[in-house]
């Protein structure tokens, strides 16, 4: 019966700490789809659990800075545009940064050609946890290296991510268990990622057209054949990510520790990042998100090297 009694305390405490997802979420989705039910504001909207007024006003500020609200925050074209995507808007805003590259004159060939595959691949791993299992001993670690040289690039998360689905892609099936195991890659992970990818593509290609060659054949042959420029196809990818995550931007200071741009809070790239292990230096880094890290202080991941040019080209309306 005590134990009963400590368990039911225990629930209470836990219910009594743990705020509603809604007050704890990235809140720019649901801003985006209120605004588009017609509501003038937003903060007087009558939800079940009212998210605090600093959490609204900063998704307001995040869905002005990506476009998607103007002055009088009310949605752009853009914004109508992102309410139908199924995605955070930030990774909205990078799939249509990729599907602008692809259409554009001045984008190489061959690049036109992977560019969309390239960010749906990036869009669809950063919706699932870890695609690596972290090595543990200093065997594991050399195994890891071992494994992760044909797929690294030294820049960062994100293009690593588009090198490993490349291995699926171009032979055209799933990575086998064994395979898996070898590459330290969690393979529930890597089947859902393809499962989200696949669905992103269908909605892309239904919303605007196109895309019969973003995961066929043609697909295949440019990734098996590596008849293009990999330095021009990784800095393609980031500039697309930072299209839309261009307010998660850390600027390295004195002692070698990166700092937030928005807010000037130290921010450490996490152990289980390419960066941090295989990374050069870098002046710039994006990421994903961060979260408490496991010896104190602010940890971040996924994470890449960007040039700092990029943000006044991408977000002059931000970082001038």
Not at 39 to 55: G, T, Y
Not at 160 to 171: I, K, N, Q, R
Not at 230 to 250: P, Y
Not at 274 to 294: M, P
Request: aromatic share 8%.
């Amino acid at each position: 019966k005590g134990n009963n009694n400590n368990n039911n305390n225990n629930a209470m405490m836990m219910e009594g700490e743990t705020a509603p997802e809604i007050q704890r979420c990235n809140l720019t989705a649901l801003i985006v789809t209120i605004k588009a039910l017609g509501v003038k504001n937003v903060l007087s909207f009558d939800l079940m659990s009212v998210p605090s007024a600093e959490a609204l006003s900063h998704g307001l500020e995040s869905l002005y800075a990506l476009g998607a609200m103007d002055d009088d925050a009310e949605l752009t074209a853009l914004g109508g545009e992102m309410v139908y995507f199924p995605t955070d808007p930030r990774v909205s805003r990078m799939l249509l940064a990729a599907l602008d590259m692809e259409c554009r004159e001045d984008t190489p060939s061959m690049l036109s050609k992977l560019i969309v595959g390239d960010v749906l691949t990036v869009a669809a791993a950063l919706q699932v946890r870890n695609l690596f299992y972290q090595p543990r001993t200093e065997r594991q670690w050399r195994m890891y290296d071992d494994a992760m040289a044909d797929i690294l690039d030294r820049s960062g998360d994100h293009v690593t991510m588009v090198h490993l689905f490349d291995l699926v892609d171009h032979s055209n099936k799933m990575l086998s268990e064994e395979e898996c195991r070898e590459r330290f890659v969690n393979r529930v992970a890597l089947q859902r990622a393809l499962d989200v990818r696949n669905q992103l593509a269908g909605f892309l290609r239904r919303r605007f057209g196109g895309g019969g060659d973003w995961f066929g054949s043609k697909r295949r042959e440019i990734v098996g054949s590596r008849v293009f420029d990999s330095d021009e196809r990784s800095e393609a990818i980031r500039t697309c990510v930072c299209a839309g995550f261009f307010m998660n931007v850390a600027k390295l200071g004195s002692g070698g520790r990166y700092y937030s741009l928005r807010g000037n809070f130290a921010v450490s790239v996490s152990s289980s990042s390419v960066l941090h292990r295989y990374g050069e230096s870098s002046e710039y880094i994006l990421f994903g998100q961060t979260f408490d890290g496991s010896r104190g202080g602010v940890d971040a991941k996924p994470c890449s090297s960007i040039s700092g040019l990029w943000l006044r080209q991408l977000a002059p309306h931000y970082w001038t």
